[in-house]
T-cell receptor, first 113, second 122 residues
Framework: DQQVKQNSPSLSVQEGRISILNCDYTNSMFDYFLWYKKYPAEGPTFLISISSIKDKNEDGRFTVFLNKSAKHLSLHIVPSQPGDSAVYFCAATSNSGNTPLVFGKGTRLSVIA | DTGVSQDPRHKITKRGQNVTFRCDPISEHNRLYWYRQTLGQGPEFLTYFQNEAQLEKSRLLSDRFSAERPKGSFSTLEIQRTEQGDSAMYLC????????????????????FGPGTRLTVT
């Protein structure tokens, strides 16, 4: 049973608009969440993270929102740029980061110029 | 900061052969993780080390797989008697011991990944 779910395999957005990527989790023990970006033939690159003690974390064009009651998080990218086109993975860990990451299957974002 | 490096980047082998992959973590990181990624899936945890101690192994890690981290620096992942189902991208990641506090105070924890080794078993 998948503990971290990304239900949208792909998303297309026009350049300059907002991209919203969603992630749901089932394990209540998860307390730290991360987003990674992956280009083909490369390893995942860390993007942004959020602790369960927060409901929002922002870094430049990237904002992650966490709704613990709904066990849902989302990544907002605004404005979207063609270089943002990649696969985005949501990941979760527990015990304040002392357990291995559990990843979703990823969402492929295409930003169209 | 040279990042996490992995060698080789690509490996093609025949079924039944043994293969070994190497990972060099970020120098100040004492945790090292191995993950495997197949097409259409996210990375799946295989095993991890804290310094030289192997702390956890996934059920995905069959008896044909073995990992070592002598002296708590680089790590090797060996697959014996490879099978076609072993074809995947093998990813290594490293991190500081979590959690740690940055200068701003909040807890933070990230794993940094290497470029991966693409294994093809024919």
């Amino acid at each position: 049973d998948q503990q971290v779910k990304q239900n949208s395999p792909s998303l297309s957005v026009q350049e300059g608009r907002i991209s919203i990527l969603n992630c749901d989790y089932t394990n209540s023990m998860f307390d730290y969440f991360l987003w990674y970006k992956k280009y083909p033939a490369e390893g995942p690159t860390f993007l942004i993270s959020i602790s369960s003690i927060k409901d929002k974390n922002e870094d430049g064009r990237f904002t992650v929102f966490l709704n613990k009651s709904a066990k849902h998080l989302s990544l907002h990218i605004v404005p979207s740029q063609p270089g943002d086109s990649a696969v985005y993975f949501c990941a979760a860990t527990s015990n304040s980061g002392n357990t291995p990451l559990v990843f979703g299957k990823g969402t492929r974002l295409s930003v169209i110029a | 900061d040279t990042g996490v490096s992995q060698d080789p980047r690509h490996k093609i082998t025949k079924r039944g052969q043994n293969v070994t992959f190497r990972c060099d973590p970020i120098s100040e990181h004492n945790r090292l993780y191995w993950y495997r990624q197949t097409l259409g899936q996210g990375p799946e945890f295989l095993t991890y080390f804290q310094n030289e101690a192997q702390l956890e192994k996934s059920r995905l890690l069959s008896d044909r797989f073995s990992a070592e981290r002598p002296k708590g620096s680089f790590s090797t992942l060996e697959i014996q008697r490879t099978e076609q189902g072993d074809s995947a991208m093998y990813l290594c990641a490293s991190s500081r011991l979590a959690p740690f506090r940055d200068r701003l105070g909040p807890l933070s924890y990230e794993q940094y990944f290497g470029p991966g080794t693409r294994l093809t078993v024919t």
